[in-house]
Structure formats: structure tokens, C-alpha cells
């Protein structure tokens, strides 16, 4: 069974600074998507930003970037130019391919992150 | 652009009651999905509907049952409830069994007194 480990419970930044949440996640599989949501206080769920495995090039979604090291079965997410916007619980998932039709995901424990003004 | 849609936003019920979750997912997308996500801990998956077919199944209890309609919105049996069960409940959709992304819906927030 995959697992993802999200290693930091909480963590804070400087509005306008950058900040680095990290993702470990062990798996078997060799083709695979991983992905960042983000959790804001009204506990909506927002897809952040997805990474496919078979590709090499770092996903970038505006202010968000992902270094994935595939070999070191690393994802962290990256926010450039922190905002109070940004606030929020932020979950990685991995997404398995267990049967037929179902790419059901697997969460991190998530990190909270605090933005200072 | 149209959201999944869950209804009841909210429920109280009492232990051993009854409660019926459903889910509108966003037009033409055939896949739904629904995960349990207890007071501070990370959504688990439960079960997941493809064409109107159970395509996997999770940590759902023997007590819930679910299933997906022809016009694909979902509904979440759950009986015989207990305090545990008090959780929020997500509903997130997608676009066949390729790469497409999981959009959830705002959750339904049940609580079991």
C-alpha cells in the first residue's frame, strides 16, 4: 500500500517570503500523479497543483511549484510570494490505480500554515 | 464554472439513527468518489462509483452502503450511526479513468449526538 508523509504539522511564513512544505510517499508503482490541495479554514478542498510521474519538468501553477525528485520519492510544494490568502491546511496525495475506474487518493497528514503579516 | 454539489451542508442525528449523504458531481464527469475526514486528520477514502458502478471500495463500514444513479449524482447510506461517525464527508468527482484531477465538493458535516 502507498503511504505519504508530510513530515512538518505545522509551519509559518512571511508574507511576501517563499516557503517549502515537503511530501515523502512510498510506492511500487512507477507510473503515478501526485498532488497538493489545499484546506483554507472552510474546509473546502482545492486542487493546488498535480505532478505526473512519467514527466521530469516540475509542475507550475502561478505563485506554486512543485520539486519533484522521483528517485528520492520527494514532492514538496513551493509558494513564492506568500499571501494571508494562503492560509490554510495544505494535503499531498498520491493517486494509485487500484481496479478498474477508481484512482482513489491518499493523503499526507497535512501541514498547517500560518502566513504573518 | 459548476461545482460538485453536496446536500445536506450540515446533519445532527442521534446514535443508532439513520442518515443519507448525496452528491451532484460536475456535468459529465462519471466518476464519484467519497472520503471521510475526522477532526483533525487527513480525508480517507471510502468507496468510488465509475458508470454507475462500484469501482473500489476503502475503509468504508459494513454499516454504510452507497451507489451512483443513471443520472450519476451519488448517495452515502449510512445506519445505525455512532459518536465516530461524526465527521466531514466528501464528495469529489472526475472526468473518466484517465488523469483527470479530483474536484471536491464544500463536505457534508455530520455530527452523531
Known amino acids: 500500500a502507498q503511504t505519504v508523509t508530510q513530515s512538518q504539522p505545522e509551519m509559518s511564513v512571511q508574507e511576501a517570503e517563499t516557503v517549502t512544505l515537503s511530501c515523502t510517499y512510498d510506492?511500487?508503482?512507477?507510473?503515478?500523479?501526485l498532488f497538493w490541495y489545499k484546506q483554507p479554514p472552510s474546509r473546502q478542498m482545492i486542487l493546488v497543483i498535480r505532478q505526473e510521474a512519467y514527466k521530469q519538468q516540475n509542475a507550475t501553477e502561478n505563485r506554486f511549484s512543485v520539486n519533484f525528485q522521483k528517485a528520492a520519492k520527494s514532492f514538496s510544494l513551493k509558494i513564492s510570494d506568500s499571501q494571508l490568502g494562503d492560509a490554510a491546511m495544505y494535503f499531498c496525495?498520491?493517486?494509485?490505480?487500484?481496479?478498474?475506474?477508481?484512482?482513489?487518493?491518499?493523503f499526507g497528514k497535512g501541514t498547517k500554515l500560518s502566513v504573518i503579516p | 464554472a459548476a461545482g460538485v454539489i453536496q446536500s445536506p451542508r450540515h446533519l445532527i442525528k442521534e446514535k443508532r439513527e439513520t442518515a443519507t449523504l448525496k452528491c451532484y458531481p460536475i456535468p459529465r464527469h462519471d466518476t464519484v468518489y467519497w472520503y471521510q475526514q475526522g477532526p483533525g486528520q487527513d480525508p480517507q477514502f471510502l468507496i468510488s462509483f465509475y458508470e454507475k458502478m462500484q469501482s473500489d471500495k476503502g475503509s468504508i463500514p459494513d454499516r454504510f452502503s452507497a451507489q451512483q444513479f443513471s443520472d450519476y449524482h451519488s448517495e452515502l447510506n449510512m445506519s445505525s450511526l455512532e459518536l465516530g461517525d461524526s465527521a466531514l464527508y466528501f464528495c469529489?468527482?472526475?472526468?473518466?479513468?484517465?488523469?483527470?484531477?479530483?474536484?471536491f465538493g464544500p463536505g457534508t458535516r455530520l455530527t452523531v449526538t
Open positions: 496525495a498520491y493517486r494509485s490505480y487500484s481496479g478498474a475506474g477508481s484512482y482513489q487518493l491518499t
Open positions: 469529489a468527482s472526475s472526468a473518466g479513468t484517465g488523469v483527470y484531477e479530483q474536484y
Open positions: 510506492t511500487s508503482e512507477s507510473d503515478y500523479y
